[in-house]
């Protein structure tokens, strides 16, 4: 008697319930998987440009068409250009990271203590922006050195740590067909192609131009109303 009854309420909740809101949460996630989505960025790899705790827009279709959950592609109609912040799946672990494309196929890429050379050339430097710098802790601030990278098609900012032992001086390499050098704006702290290598182009994800949301990790995850919305150099 109670398994007649409950088989057909169980069988209608399926029907009602359960089955739309897995078609619903399906749909969804392959949206984002496919078309857009943003990026938690826990690191500072890429500081100024963004900071730990900010939540990044990802344009996925910047590039390509992708089999949703999966990074086959269906169709092509553009490459990742110089100076732009894509995320990608590193080389050495599988792991999302957002970095900036510096060195495009068959690019010469060289660092000589964190002055970049191009093809031979070297990149000139500017003064960054008081604004940008100040998005950077005050107390920080004096610990850190700021610029204007000055690339053939546009320009970001970069920051380096003085006080950091690290290695300021790479290359030169030669970016191989169908990969991308990236490198993190906060140069003296970034896990980027100097160590994992170039990118394959089927490992991009896509396109990132502007700061969503963003909460200061320091502050009990305060927001930070003033990035809220805000395109990315």
């Known amino acids: 008697m109670k398994n007649s009854r409950w088989k057909p309420a169980a069988h209608r909740f399926w029907l009602e319930w359960l089955k739309p809101c897995l078609i619903i949460v399906f749909v969804t996630t392959a949206l984002r998987s496919a078309l857009a989505d943003w990026n938690d960025v826990p690191t500072g790899s890429m500081k100024p440009t963004i900071l730990e705790g ?110 950091l032992p690290v290695q300021r001086s790479f290359g030169p390499t030669t970016v191989p067909a169908g990969h991308y050098f990236m490198l993190g704006d906060n140069r003296d702290n970034s896990l980027d192609s100097r160590y994992f290598g170039p990118v394959p182009r089927e490992q991009i994800v896509g396109r990132s131009t502007a700061v969503v949301l963003s909460f200061d990790r320091e502050r009990w995850f305060a927001p930070r109303w003033d990035r809220f919305f805000t395109a990315m150099p």
């Not at 900036?100 to 196929?105: A, F, K, S």
């Not at 070297?122 to 850190?144: E, G």
């Not at 690339?151 to 970069?158: E, Y």
């Open 54 to 163: 900010d939540r990044v827009w990802v344009n996925k279709l910047a590039y390509d068409l992708k089999v949703p959950f999966t990074t086959w592609h269906l169709a092509e109609w553009g490459e990742p250009q110089r100076g732009e912040v894509v995320v990608f799946f590193s080389p050495a672990n599988g792991m999302r990271l957002v970095k900036r494309v510096i060195g495009l196929p068959g690019d010469r890429v060289e660092l000589r203590d964190n002055r970049l050379f191009l093809n031979g050339r070297a990149v000139d430097y500017a003064a960054l922006a008081p604004a940008t710098i100040n998005a950077v802790p005050a107390a920080q601030q004096p610990h850190h050195d700021f610029a204007s990278e000055q690339l053939p098609a546009r320009s970001h900012p970069v920051m380096a740590t003085p006080a």
